[in-house]
């Protein structure tokens, strides 16, 4: 593949990368992947599936077009296989792979009534499905579907959902028993909820209800762990007037079929500073960064049901979006531009780190800061 990759894409050398990288997108641009727990190559290794924005110079505005592309990484060729009006800035149309090169999915959006939906498209012939629900992570299997209300994601953080008209997302009051973590079977296009968030806050302890008074709960993030046994939500509490520098975070998560609820990181864990919680490879535990000692973040490892929370990497400072590799040592993560282990310029680096030994390298520095921000 490297040999392949070098006909057909330029070397990003800047900076003296100390692995090898390619630019997969040379041409018009404006492509993304969405997050760092899906993976955007596809299940044989020879697409790359992404969201290309219609424009970079200002915000969208709902109803603009984006598109789903596809680089052969064989031959270098682009293809769009399809247009898309259910994305956002963030994640894009939340593009992602199932079980074979065949099924790919993402979100489109109804503009008439303004309902969201996901699509199962098989890229090689064209045929697709549309499913009754949305897609914000799809399983290991590629059978299942799960996501919040992509209308709502808004009211807590913007760019994670759909671009909607103002006025049409609803509004949440309490913990409501029509939002939560939906569930859609990708081969009959079937959507229910799995799991309310009035269901959330009634059964899960040590979530306290009296604590959070006076405002609202709202799905964000959810997430398959590797085995597709248990999901992970990262719960939102916004307070009454919508003000989120007051807002409370914590990481819920459930057995496959909902039940199992459990809260891995308590609001008062996340509170002092923490972002970007992921699966680690055995399914059991969550990688995130906390500001566990109050000295500043670190790589923290929590069971799924709260009963560990420990310092993953003793002494490395965390950042970024940390991934654990699957031999249990080595941990791959960024930093944003504000970091403290980014350069300053606008560059940050691609982290190795070895959380036994203590050390890390920085495998690649690059610009990530664009010449237009979005929200």
């Known amino acids: 593949m490297p040999g392949t990759l070098s006909l057909h894409f330029p070397r990003y050398e800047l900076h003296e990368p100390r692995v090898p990288v390619w630019c997969a997108t040379p041409g018009v641009g404006r492509l993304f992947h969405r997050f760092f727990d899906t993976s955007p190559f596809s ?99 590629g059978s299942k579907a799960i996501s919040p209300c992509l209308l709502r994601t808004g009211a807590t953080q913007a760019g994670y959902g759909v671009l909607a008209p103002h006025g049409v997302a609803p509004v949440n009051r309490g913990a409501p028993e029509n939002d939560g973590v939906f569930l859609t079977d990708t081969v009959t296009g079937a959507s229910r909820l799995l799991v309310s968030l009035a269901e959330i806050v009634e059964r899960t302890r040590p979530l306290d209800p009296d604590v959070f008074v006076g405002g609202s709960y709202y799905g964000a993030h959810v997430k398959w762990n590797p085995q597709g046994t248990r999901i992970m939500l990262v719960l939102r509490w916004l307070p009454d007037g919508g003000d989120t520098a007051h807002m409370e975070r914590m990481v819920v998560t459930m057995n ?37 000692h109050g000295d500043g973040l670190r790589f923290v490892t ?19 979006h940390p991934t654990l590799h699957p031999d249990g040592r080595h941990i791959v993560t960024d ?17 190795f780190v070895d959380r036994l030994a203590g050390t890390e390298s920085a495998l690649v520095r690059i610009h990530v800061v664009p010449p237009f921000e979005g929200p």
């Not at 199932?98 to 303004?114: K, Q, R």
């Not at 930093?335 to 982290?351: H, Q, S, V």
Request: proline share 9%; hydrophobic share 35%; net charge negative.
């Open 43 to 141: 299940p044989s290794g020879r697409y790359l599936a992404l969201t290309r924005l219609p424009f970079e110079d200002r915000l969208p505005q709902p109803g603009d077009v984006a598109e789903v592309v596809l680089v052969d990484l064989h031959t270098g060729k682009e293809r769009t296989v399809a247009e898309t009006r259910g994305w956002d800035t963030q994640l894009g149309a939340q593009t992602q792979w199932g079980a074979t090169d065949h099924d790919l999915f993402f979100n489109d959006m109804d503009v008439e009534s303004w309902t969201p939906f996901g699509v199962r498209l098989d890229p090689v012939d064209g045929g697709r499905r549309l499913l009754d629900g949305t897609v914000y992570m799809v399983s290991p299997d």
């Open 335 to 351: 930093a944003y531009p504000n970091e403290p282990l980014a350069y300053g310029d606008g560059t940050t680096p691609i982290r």
């Open 256 to 292: 496959a079929d909902g039940s199992g609820i459990a809260i891995a990181i308590p609001a008062d864990r996340w509170k002092p500073g923490g972002h970007h919680p992921n699966w680690c490879p055995d399914g059991e535990t969550v990688l995130v960064n906390l500001n566990l």
């Open 302 to 320: 929590a069971r799924y049901d709260g009963s560990t929370l420990e310092d993953a990497a003793p002494g490395v400072m965390g950042s970024g």
